[in-house]
């Protein structure tokens, strides 16, 4: 793929490496503590520098020096008048001694006597060493109290802080995300470009009168690559892109999402053209008055404010507002409005070839081995977001490590699409035969009916293998469908019958294994009747789905329709319901020997695929059956092979 619009400014990729420098220090150099580590090291380094001396010197009485002067075993002594010390020097090293000064002064005339050099010293007092124990409680009481000080203004900072926008700012120096990372959407890509070509020259739309839109609201299912194509625009953009997301708005105190709004408008006005995207805008976005508890609470000021922004009693052109969000049935109509987010755009599920030029982005990167085609890939995908593609891509290549290969084989993507549409297999699960051939004749009708329907889904696999929640799985690819006519969902009524009857027809009893089927068949005929009009005696009449009460909206409200037209629409329920069980019935009658046939297969091979189970009914007809659908030979209660002892099928199988 190729951007729809080159790149601003060339990026070099080691700028995403480097990381962001804090604001207030400095990009290089030592750390804070460093100072103070080395101020304690100073200070203990005068502390106990007196206490140690380089070497041990003896210490004699007065009178043994003057023995020794006496032997001339002195040559000279040095007097210290401060602390009255005598260092005297002596054939044999440095001898010291202590005497009071007038005794000093009295020998004198002897030390001359015997030719011995003396001299007084009186050294000068040392003002730090002496002060020093005094100044250094004083000096750590000082400290500790400006330390307290500096951290109860950092806290009061904090505090203040908490109304400041938490909006990450991206340049057009910080390398992202590309239209090129963006596979397909092109219709969606270029009212977003128009958006980014304004920003970068404004003139031109102003020489024509044109106004670009004021907000843009990106609309669709999860997975589809809202936050992608708002991080594209980033990328793209050369002017200033804001990005927040709508939880950021909400603190636990009062007043504190509007203050940040305030201050993302802001700064965004700061910066003269900018584009602001807000995430997830359905956390502050929703309809104001649904609350029980009143309407003043703190996420509608939140609104009012951000309502109040984007009208602007200032002129704010340059500036354009993005938000995003998977449901906006429940945003407020004034945040809908023209003159705020007057431009939807709608992000759907990706098409077959928007798929594939998907898939080609995720597998840029990948070792795909020679029998890997994309296309069939994509063509095998319907329903998958570009999120569940991205992760498809990667089961894929998990897949491949596990098996120890170099490169990345097709049947490591079925695999993939198994593991993420069927659940992990889990081979550890023992079923007994009786309750293996239960699942094999359940899911066996489901694969006839789906095989044998002409307006139902493409059958894919069928196996008997436990893989996730279920015993086994009959697995259909969907067509690409936008509309599904009536025919095709009573289509899927008998096929989503099509187990309980096989086990019905086969064993003469039922089982739970019905219930995941016979839920999901509840609620689509209850969509058909309600909701779609599909109902002769309902008639052209239809009611929305009643979904869960949504912070107290409608849930004081009454039900739309009175209680003779709610027993009508159980009586048609079951009415659809019956009609296309006998259908279903019908239907594994006429094949009962094809159904034979698929739970044979089953039983021996434990996974067949759509092609083998068309082929095994068709083969299966053509060799003939019985006026009643039979074949001739069987066992008197309808089993395949008599086991010895039968077991209750007491598990939850299910689809």
Same mark, same amino acid.
């Given at each position: ?479 690409? /469908?936008? &509309?599904?006519?009536?025919?095709? #969902?009573?289509?899927?009524? $008998?096929? *989503? =019958? ?5 086990? @019905? ?94 739970? /044979?297969? &089953?039983?021996?091979?434990?996974? #067949?695929?759509?092609?083998? $189970?068309? *082929? =095994? ?5 053509? @060799? ?32």
């Amino acid at each position: 793929m190729t951007p729809d619009s080159p790149s601003p400014s060339p990026r070099d990729p080691r700028d995403a490496r480097k990381p962001e420098r804090r604001p207030g220090r400095p990009e290089q150099g030592w750390p804070r503590w460093s100072a103070w580590a080395a101020l304690g090291l100073l200070l203990s380094f005068f502390l106990v520098s007196g206490l140690f001396s380089p070497n041990e010197i003896e210490r004699i009485s007065y009178s043994e020096l003057r023995d020794r002067i006496a032997q001339g075993e002195v040559e000279s002594i040095r007097y210290n008048t401060a602390s009255n010390d005598i260092l005297a020097e002596t054939d044999d090293g440095e001898v010291r001694s202590n005497t009071p000064p007038e005794v000093y002064a009295d020998d004198q005339d002897f030390y001359r006597q015997h030719d011995v050099r003396y001299e007084s010293d009186t050294p000068q007092p040392n003002l730090i060493a002496s002060l020093l124990p005094f100044m250094l409680p004083m000096l750590l009481l000082i400290g500790f109290f400006v330390w307290m000080q500096r951290r109860a203004s950092g806290q009061m900072g904090g505090i203040m802080q908490i109304g400041r926008s938490k909006a990450k700012t991206y340049t057009t120096e910080k390398p992202g995300t590309t239209f090129a990372d963006v596979a397909g959407y092109d219709g969606v890509k270029q009212e977003i470009t128009e958006v980014v070509d304004f920003l970068k020259s404004p003139g031109r739309f102003a020489a024509i009168g044109a106004r670009i839109p004021k907000g843009v609201l990106l609309v669709g299912p999860p997975g589809t690559g809202k936050t992608l194509i708002a991080r594209a625009v980033a990328g793209e953009a050369g002017v200033p892109f804001l990005s927040v997301t709508g939880s950021d708005f909400m603190e636990m105190f009062v007043g504190v999402g509007a203050s940040r709004v305030r201050d993302l408008f802001q700064s965004a006005r700061k910066m003269g053209r900018a584009i602001i995207f807000v995430d997830e805008i359905d956390s502050i976005g929703r309809k104001r008055g649904a609350g029980l508890g009143g309407g003043h609470d703190e996420r509608e000021q939140t609104l009012n404010q951000m309502l109040s922004e984007m009208d602007g009693f200032e002129a704010t052109e340059g500036i354009v507002m993005m938000a995003a969000t998977n449901r906006p049935d429940i945003l407020d109509p004034a945040l809908l409005r023209p003159g705020r987010f007057d431009r939807q755009v709608v992000v759907p599920l990706p098409e077959a070839k928007e798929r594939l030029a998907i898939l080609e982005v995720h597998t840029k990167d990948k070792k795909l081995g020679d029998d890997v085609d994309l296309e069939v890939v994509a063509k095998g995908t319907p329903g998958m977001s570009g999120a569940d593609l991205s992760n498809l891509v990667n089961e894929a290549a998990l897949f491949a490590v596990r098996r120890d290969a170099d490169r990345i084989h097709m049947e490591d993507f079925d695999a993939a699409r198994d593991r993420m549409l069927m659940g992990q297999r889990r081979d550890s699960m023992a079923l007994s035969d009786t309750e293996k051939e239960i699942v094999a004749y359940h899911e066996g009708g489901h694969a006839v009916c789906a095989a044998v329907l002409p307006h139902a889904d493409p059958l894919h696999k069928v196996t008997i293998l436990p893989s996730g929640m279920a015993l086994g799985v009959t697995q259909q690819l969907p067509e690409e /469908r936008h &509309l599904y006519r009536q025919d095709y #969902i009573e289509d899927s009524l $008998v096929v *989503r =019958l099509g187990g309980r009857i096989a086990e @019905e027809l086969v064993f003469g009893v039922i089982s739970t294994g019905a219930n995941n089927d016979l839920m999901g068949a509840t609620e689509l005929t209850r969509k058909m009747v309600r909701e779609w009009g599909m109902s002769d005696r309902i008639g052209p009449m239809a009611w929305g789905g009643q979904g869960q009460v949504f912070l107290g909206e409608d849930l004081m409200s009454s039900r739309e329709y009175s209680d003779e037209t709610a027993r009508v629409i159980d009586e048609e329920i079951e009415r659809i319901l019956r009609e296309q069980e006998d259908r279903c019935r019908d239907t594994l009658r006429h094949h009962r020997p094809g159904l034979d046939a698929v739970a /044979r297969a &089953l039983l021996e091979h434990e996974t #067949i695929d759509g092609a083998e $189970v068309r *082929r =095994l009914v068709h083969e299966a007809q053509d @060799e003939g059956a019985g006026p009643d659908g039979r074949q001739p030979a069987r066992s008197t209660d309808g089993r395949l092979d008599e086991p010895a002892e039968p077991e209750a099928a007491t598990s939850f199988l299910q689809q």
